[in-house]
């Protein structure tokens, strides 16, 4: 049995999509593969730990140790679909822009770390640390945006995905304050090295999903409608590298 | 080996003869036009080891003001400014020789005589245990830091000229 372990921080409307995707997974690779859905970074890091994840959609942040370290290997990534992050406020705070963001004020996140790591350098800018600011942490995207609206921060930062995914009646109650275009960062499929011999197979199966209707449709569903492209070896160390670069 | 040539700014400049490490001199201009760092964007480059430009991502072709045909196989001293101290380079190239991130405040040139601050950070890319090349990753710097690592250019500049 293959284990295919989804990073946690997806929106919670794409859980039913991850499930369609690797069930046409395992129809074009005629192999049983079970879906890993932990709920936690630490979940997923217990997993990833006991070596039992074979295939991973994996975070930029948590690459560099499965490839670096761990010497995953590459399969694919997504078309056009970066990781980037939105640093809002609440539609009833006076801030308007990053300027007015001050020492001292409350910042909600989550565990994503990814997430953490890009508001944190961009607010670089103006002045503002890890040091300087406070730090409420919540369970989820949808949490943080609750939690915004009821006045329990001045600041909230957001996966940018998950952040489109809110409901219009809670994006009208926020403001966005900046949103990162980074453009190469982006989450990643990567395959356990005692799978090496089926890496081509596993890659070709990913670049075809979108070759029927209903493949197309899962892809939709999983707001990743251009489907996936291969990602090479000097790919994933590239953005690793760049990642690098972030870390402080 | 020489760069690209600047064009003659439109805007009231001052002319100066750079000296670059690779032996050669060149003619830059400068403005006191400031562009500012684009917000929610990183800027990228890489180059090989001798420091020729390899990739560039859009918002370092906006920020140059060159093309990327003009950028793509240039030097990486394309970008530097009269304002920078020749310590800093050389501390940077020290740095990422040895296989150690360098962090530190550039003031870039751009193409047309104007300037760019930014906060870099310079990584040797590293595959199978070899440096391969150099990525730079630039991020908006703040206001207080340029303020700051402005006027101790200027020095560090004063002492370089005073000693040649
Ligand atoms: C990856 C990388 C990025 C660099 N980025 C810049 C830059 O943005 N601006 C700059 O003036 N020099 C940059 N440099 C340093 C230049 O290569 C060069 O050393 C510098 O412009 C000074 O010119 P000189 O070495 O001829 O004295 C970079 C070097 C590397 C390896």
Redesign the interface.
């Known amino acids: 049995m293959i284990q295919f372990l989804i990073a946690p921080d997806f929106p919670p409307q794409y859980f039913a999509g991850w499930h369609l995707l690797n069930t046409r997974l395992q129809r074009k690779t005629n192999a049983a593969i079970h879906l890993q859905t932990p709920a936690s970074p630490q979940e997923e890091q217990a997993l990833i730990a006991s070596g039992t994840v074979d295939i991973i959609y994996a975070n930029p942040f948590d690459a560099a140790q499965l490839v670096r370290d761990m010497g995953y290997l590459p399969l694919v990534r997504p078309v056009n679909k970066p990781d980037e992050m939105v640093i809002a406020t609440a539609a009833s705070q006076p801030l308007q822009t ?1 300027e007015d963001i001050k020492p001292d004020m409350r910042v909600l996140h989550t565990e994503n770390r990814d997430v953490k790591l890009i508001g944190l ?2 607010l ?4 503002l640390n890890e040091g300087n600011l406070q730090w409420v942490e919540a369970d989820a995207f949808q949490a943080v945006a609750r939690h915004l609206i009821d006045g329990d921060a001045e600041v909230g930062f957001f996966l940018a995905s998950a952040y489109q995914g809110l409901s219009s009646l809670t994006l009208n109650q926020l403001r966005t304050l ?7 960062i982006s989450h990643v499929l990567l395959l356990h090295p005692r799978h090496s011999a089926q890496q081509e197979k596993l890659r070709s199966a990913f670049l075809e999903m979108g070759n029927d209707a209903a493949g197309q449709m899962v892809l939709e569903d999983l707001g990743l409608p251009e489907g996936f492209e291969t990602l090479t070896q ?1 790919d994933a ?2 953005m690793i ?2 990642m ?3 870390l ?1 | 080996m020489r760069l690209p040539q600047m064009p003659v700014p439109e805007l009231p400049h001052r002319q100066h003869e750079l000296q670059f490490y690779e032996g050669f001199t060149q003619t830059v201009y400068t403005t006191d036009e400031e562009k500012q760092f684009p917000d929610g964007r990183l800027i990228v480059s890489s180059t090989d080891t001798k420091g020729i430009i390899t990739h560039a991502n859009d918002a370092f072709v906006i920020m140059s003001g060159w093309e990327r045909e003009e950028l793509m196989g240039s030097l990486h001293s394309i970008l530097r400014h009269p304002d920078m101290p020749k310590a800093a380079f050389k501390d940077l190239w020290d740095t990422v020789s040895t296989g150690t991130k360098w962090h530190g405040y550039v003031k870039n040139l751009r193409k047309n005589g104007g300037f760019y601050w930014v906060y870099a950070t310079v990584v040797p890319n590293i595959r199978d245990g070899e440096i391969q090349g150099y990525t730079s990753v630039r991020r908006k710097p703040s206001r207080s830091k340029v303020a700051e690592l402005g006027a101790l250019y200027e020095q560090m500049l004063a002492a370089e000229r005073s000693a040649s």
């Open positions: 990053l350098r961009l670089e800018a103006v002045d900046m949103e990162s275009k980074i453009t190469d000097e160390e590239f590298d760049l690098e670069t972030l402080d």
